[in-house]
T-cell receptor, first 109, second 116 residues
Framework: QKEVEQDPGPLSVPEGAIVSLNCTYSNSAFQYFMWYRQYSRKGPELLMYTYSSGNKEDGRFTAQVDKSSKYISLFIRDSQPSDSATYLCAMSVGTALIFGKGTTLSVSS | DTGVSQNPRHKITKRGQNVTFRCDPISEHNRLYWYRQTLGQGPEFLTYFQNEAQLEKSRLLSDRFSAERPKGSFSTLEIQRTEQGDSAMYLC??????????????FGQGTRLTVV
């Protein structure tokens, strides 16, 4: 079992849909949780940062962390074609980030 | 541009040759990381510097790989005697040390290595 599991998709939705992306993990020592967006042939771009459990909202994006279930989620409201990218979850105990495989999202207009 | 800068963006090399990549982190970020990403996978951690000190190395970093960060500014990653399995995107990231944002990292655009 990998430390971080993420369904690679692909996930296809129409413009305006609510998108839910998820990761599970096995290491209970993880305390820092991040979501990155990566466009093709580019470096990952930090979208959301969460410490420990709880919710965090930033514009159309909401990140949730449930440490008791070892489960994290990213919700995208009113999805746009420009949201089409690969979304990577990442987590850490302090230095190195452990990434999921990434979920490829396609939003059609 | 004040982001993480990596050079070159692309490198094609023959098997057995040595290659070196450079990373210029965001100014005043004292933490610097190297990751490797292959197609369809998330980035995998290679090594971490705090200032000029290399504090962590992944077991993925074989003896053919060496990284330096002289003077705690830019960093180089060298791969000796390249193999086809080294073909990947090599990503550099940096972060400041902030107690409320531990683990946060900002990535460069990567260097894509192809070994033929």
């Amino acid at each position: 079992q990998k430390e971080v599991e993420q369904d690679p998709g692909p996930l296809s939705v129409p413009e305006g849909a609510i998108v839910s992306l998820n990761c599970t993990y096995s290491n209970s020592a993880f305390q820092y949780f991040m979501w990155y967006r990566q466009y093709s042939r580019k470096g990952p771009e930090l979208l959301m940062y969460t410490y420990s459990s709880g919710n965090k909202e930033d514009g159309r994006f909401t990140a949730q962390v449930d440490k008791s279930s070892k489960y994290i989620s990213l919700f995208i409201r009113d999805s746009q074609p420009s949201d089409s990218a690969t979304y990577l979850c990442a987590m850490s105990v302090g230095t190195a980030l452990i990434f999921g495989k990434g979920t490829t999202l396609s939003v059609s207009s | 541009d004040t982001g993480v800068s990596q050079n070159p963006r692309h490198k094609i090399t023959k098997r057995g040759q040595n290659v070196t990549f450079r990373c210029d982190p965001i100014s005043e970020h004292n933490r610097l990381y190297w990751y490797r990403q292959t197609l369809g996978q998330g980035p995998e951690f290679l090594t971490y510097f705090q200032n000029e000190a290399q504090l962590e190395k992944s077991r993925l970093l074989s003896d053919r790989f060496s990284a330096e960060r002289p003077k705690g500014s830019f960093s180089t990653l060298e791969i000796q005697r390249t193999e086809q399995g080294d073909s990947a995107m090599y990503l550099c990231a940096s972060s400041p040390y902030k107690t409320d944002r531990v683990g946060e990292a900002f990535f460069g655009q990567g260097t894509r290595l192809t070994v033929v």
